[in-house]
């Protein structure tokens, strides 16, 4: 069951994320508001991990550096679908 609630909130996530990371990229990103979002829930996610594993999501008040991993995973993966987007567009 903890699975299933951390992909639902990593999706919430992605809604404020998600803007957050195309705000952190460089340049124009031609992905819709949809993209964004779903690639800010994946980073969430993988950044919610990430932070489990390194241990730093079992922190008493809010968790800063869970949320900055989370962001910065978010960025990677809205740069990847920009980059895979942008591809598309050119063929």
Do not use: E, H
């Not at 909130?9 to 993209?35: D, E, H, M, T, Y």
């Not at 800063?64 to 995973?73: G, H, K, N």
């Amino acid at each position: 069951m903890y699975w299933v609630w951390m992909l639902i909130v990593s999706l919430i996530a992605g809604i404020i994320f998600g803007p957050l990371a195309r705000l952190v990229l460089p340049g124009k990103q031609n992905i819709s508001l949809g993209w964004t979002i779903l690639g800010g829930g994946i980073g969430a996610f993988i950044g919610g991990l990430i932070a489990k594993v390194l241990g730093v999501k079992d922190t008493p008040g809010p968790d800063w550096i869970q949320y900055l991993i989370q962001i910065v995973c978010a960025a990677i993966v809205v740069a990847i679908i920009s980059a895979r987007n942008s591809n598309k567009a050119k063929a």
